[in-house]
């Protein structure tokens, strides 16, 4: 049973039934000399009446029926006994609680639903010993457990403890009335009391029965003191939290009220309600947007749902948000671009030296534009170079040529595919992603849109953002991108997309083949020279207010500087190192000391210390198995010295220097080339079995690959195993194939570049390579004698001397092998 059902007709409710005053007329059953009882048992479920207590008991089975019948017809008491398991069905004696209640019975009531229902009124407890007869009714035999009914000195100061917290019991759960804290305070059994309050708290059945079992009173008293202790602590929280919903209610309906106040006074006076003012403004701006159709339907109908809100509504704030995105957004505004190709290559040729390449392709594009000006497809670049030359800078100043808006966008470290696309605005704080919150910035739908870094993407659990750049970087698809915060088709097919990257080994295969890729070569010590004449010394006096005392590098102190001071392929470090130097002489400018005005080779190392890179040279005098190749880093080119050793072995070949796998590959080739060739190079064929070959190329810490050393590996062999001399101011660089061959390869610009710088006199190169001669300065075509070739024949003609000036290396004769004599 519900105790909520009951608990108005507990003994301590304001008006008293005559159903419970018929309950005082029965007497309790008389014991023996033994303090024993025999009387009708009431099987309960789980209904558990404390003695004193008075409680409605509902009965469904005949055999409780009939004892409640029989008791209030004889006006006699029964004992109740409770299951041990509520749940179980056609419980034993063995099933039942030890210890009872004797309880007097009221009449019979039917209740709708076919039960019956009798109130109850427990007298006292009894300690069942035996169960005299089952059927038809239950009978047992037992003892009455007498209690205490005056207290000691310690259980009086329990039992006000114990009211005390009752009291505030009563006073934190509403569901229990005043009156029962009057009534415990009229108590002065130590039992009684503790029954009284047990039934007046909602304590579980468990509880209920472990309490009953407890026969000391004092015990209960102490069980009760904790029950009421949790008690209070759960009804203090409880009552927290309904005064906090209910300050917020109140704050809520004043708000409220305090509005609707508000809004009656500005009606009046003809100001017209905020909130109401606010979403007019909202549809005037949407009006005034010239907003493609989709994107005006889309936002009336959320500004639609935005007036039917109320003010306060959580979801205001992100409505107002998105429809201000939407208002925002340059759906139809763009700038005219500057057609005009001379001021273009003006402009270009003003901010950068160089680049050609990326010059002629920016100049082709604005010469179509102005021939076909309603030509929609924009090129999509990507220049791909080292740091420091100049790829960012040089979009910006394709931006300033065509008189379009530029916006950067760096992708270094990106990993979540949302960057791109943006989040749904089911999340928090979502919103549109890199590419839209950057064309709202650029305020126009065609700037110059820079994607810098792009090979420097990342991938993770959140998804791939080079994925999401497929659709941004493709013509034929972002005409009609589509954000996950928006949801509504923007144009992006008007802007010019033009990406950056150091390399192309990591732009997933899909994406490059979206790009237009333009390369970016390292500068050469020439183009150092005039980029620091014309922009570095320039800037640098100009941040250092230097740009009036006339200050001026020389010739040879840029290249000490260049060549000596740092080691890369843009001009970055140049630039610093040059900022270095007019700080030295603006410090002794400024503390009124003579300063230069040429800055020389010994004040560079003056001012900015021993020198802190060293540059190959070439050898200093012919020798036998040292042949000069050329080499490409990403910071120019190298010469690069390749030397042989014979050695008395087993015919084993070793490639030391850090040699990558297509460089020992190349040896190998050359190696077997060189066997091929031995009988014309008067080389005896066992020799290869008895000489062991090291290979060495300088610089260890410096890992070496790639298949351009192949002719140079194999000039150096022959030098050692012929005895022939190699000229000193002879460089090359070319791939070796089996039968001589000579390949093309790359990087030549690079590489001849530093073979003019180290004083070579001769490079021979592959017969192919021969186009990308017209790279090269004129100068240092006029001074390189440069000689293709497409075998390797050729290159040792050119490289080695005709006869050998030391005698070649070979195995020595063993004192103990026999001479076979010459038959006659």
């Not at 024993?36 to 409680?55: F, G, K, N, W």
């Not at 019956?116 to 035996?130: D, F, N, T, W």
């Not at 270095?580 to 400024?590: H, M, P």
Request: charged fraction near 30%; proline fraction near 6%.
């Amino acid at each position: 049973m519900n105790r909520d059902d009951w608990m108005e007709d507990e003994v301590f409710d304001s008006t008293l039934s005559q159903r419970t005053e018929e309950l005082y007329r029965v007497n309790n059953h008389t014991p023996d000399e033994n303090g024993i009882i025999e009387a009708l048992a009431l099987p309960m479920r789980d209904v558990i009446v404390m003695p004193h207590m008075v409680s409605p008991v509902f009965v469904d089975n005949e055999t409780a029926l009939l004892t409640l019948q029989s008791a209030h017809d004889r006006e006699q008491t029964v004992i109740g006994i409770t299951q041990r398991d509520p749940e179980q069905e056609n419980p034993k004696a063995i099933d039942f609680l030890a210890t009872g209640v004797e309880m007097a019975v009221g009449r019979l009531i039917s209740m709708p639903d076919g039960a019956s229902s009798a109130l109850v009124q427990g007298r006292r407890r009894v300690e069942i010993l035996e169960f005299t007869r089952i059927s038809p009714v239950i009978k047992v035999k037992a003892r009455v457990v007498e209690e205490p009914r005056k207290a000691d000195k310690a259980t009086q100061a329990l039992m006000r403890s114990v009211v005390s917290q009752f009291e505030q019991v009563v006073q934190l759960n509403r569901s229990i009335p005043e009156e029962a804290h009057l009534f415990a305070l009229n108590i002065s059994e130590p039992g009684w009391l503790a029954d009284m309050i047990a039934t007046s708290l909602s304590l579980d059945f468990d509880e209920r029965k472990a309490l009953l079992l407890m026969n000391d009173p004092v015990a209960r008293l102490k069980r009760l003191a904790e029950l009421l202790a949790d008690e209070i602590d759960v009804l203090e929280l409880e009552d927290e939290i309904h005064n906090r919903v209910q300050s917020e209610v109140d704050k809520s309906q004043r708000e409220f009220y305090l509005r609707e106040q508000m809004k009656q006074i500005q009606n009046e006076l003809g100001e017209g309600d905020v909130w109401s003012r606010d979403v007019t403004e909202l549809r005037q701006k949407i009006e005034a947007a010239n907003l493609p159709e989709e994107a005006k339907k889309v936002a009336l109908k959320e500004v639609e749902r935005l007036a039917q809100m109320p003010p306060m509504a959580p979801e205001v704030g992100i409505i107002r948000t998105y429809v201000e995105w939407i208002v925002e957004l340059p759906w139809n505004t763009h700038t005219e671009d500057n057609l005009d190709v001379a001021n273009a290559a003006k402009v270009l040729d003003t901010d950068h030296y160089g680049l050609q390449k990326a010059k002629d392709r920016i100049l082709e594009y604005i010469a179509v534009r102005s021939l076909k000006p309603k030509k929609e497809r924009q090129p999509i670049l990507c220049f791909v170079g080292p740091p420091g030359t100049g790829k960012t800078s040089l979009g910006r100043s394709i931006a300033d040529a065509l008189g379009r808006k530029f916006v950067r966008v760096s992708l270094g470290g990106v990993r979540d595919e949302a960057e791109i696309r943006g989040h749904r605005r089911t999340y928090i704080g979502a919103l549109p992603g890199r590419v839209i919150q950057t064309m709202k910035r650029a305020g126009s739908n065609n700037p110059l849109f820079m994607l810098d870094e792009i090979d420097k993407l990342g991938s993770d659990f959140r998804g791939d953002p080079s994925s999401a750049l497929l659709e941004v970087l493709d013509p034929e698809q972002n005409n009609s991108f589509s954000d996950h915060y928006l949801e509504i088709p923007f144009d992006l097919s008007k802007s010019m997309f033009v990406t950056t990257a150091n390399s192309l080994g990591s732009i997933p295969p899909a994406l490059l083949d979206r790009l237009e890729v333009i390369e970016f070569p390292g500068y050469i010590e020439e183009d150092k020279m005039a980029i620091a004449d014309r922009y570095l010394i320039p800037r640098q006096m100009e941040e250092n207010g230097m740009e009036e005392s006339g200050l001026k590098f020389s010739a040879p102190a840029m290249q000490k500087i260049i060549r000596e001071y740092t080691y890369e392929a843009g001009v970055r470090n140049l630039e610093r190192e040059i900022g270095r130097v007019v700080r030295k002489v603006a410090r002794l400018k400024a503390e009124k000391k003579d300063f230069p005005t040429i800055i020389t080779p010994t004040l560079v190392e003056k001012f900015l210390g021993p020198p802190q890179f060293f540059q190959t040279e070439a050898e200093r005098q012919d020798e036998v198995g040292v042949a000069t190749g050329l080499a490409w880093t990403e910071n120019g080119g190298e010469i690069m010295a390749i030397e042989v050793s014979l050695l008395e072995g087993k015919g084993s070949m070793q490639i030391t220097g850090q040699v990558g796998d297509v460089m020992q590959e190349s040896a190998q080739a050359a190696l077997t080339y060189l066997k091929s060739r031995a009988p014309l190079l008067n080389i005896e064929a066992d020799v290869f079995d008895k000489l062991d070959i090291h290979l060495h190329l300088p610089e260890g810490g410096i890992p070496k690959d790639g298949p351009s050393a192949g002719i140079t590996l194999c000039t150096a062999l022959v030098s050692a195993f012929t005895g022939r001399r190699v000229f000193r101011d002879v460089a090359m660089t070319g791939e070796i194939t089996l039968r001589g061959r000579v390949l093309m390869i790359g990087g030549l610009r690079e590489k001849v570049l530093a073979a003019h710088r180290a004083g070579i006199k001769v490079v021979m190169i592959p017969e192919k390579n021969v186009k990308d001669l017209v790279d090269l300065p004129k100068r240092v075509r006029t001074d390189l004698k440069i000689v293709p070739v497409t075998h390797m024949d050729q290159v040792l003609e050119i490289a080695l001397e005709n006869e050998p000036s030391v005698e070649p290396v070979r195995p020595r004769r063993r004192d103990n092998q026999e001479v076979e004599p010459e038959e006659e």
